[in-house]
């Protein structure tokens, strides 16, 4: 059994934030936006990054309301 160090393990993030489209396009480049049907709030899928990469990404968008890993 090799144990993979879970910092780096990579995977793609659901995203919901009061950031506009812009600042969250500007900090995460590519993603895919998804209506979360919640007034004030967006919601967006990011490519594949590591779990590094993405508490970096999150810490300078600022206001990440919650984020869930998905597969793919």
Known sequence: LEVEDF???KKKFFVRT???KEEVEAVFG???YIAAGISGEIGF???KLSEQDFDAKAEKLG???SRIRIEG
């Open 63 to 65: 206001n990440v309301i």
């Open 45 to 47: 899928a990011t490519e």
């Open 7 to 9: 910092s780096k393990s």
């Open 30 to 32: 590519n993603v895919e």
């Open 18 to 20: 009061t950031k506009s």
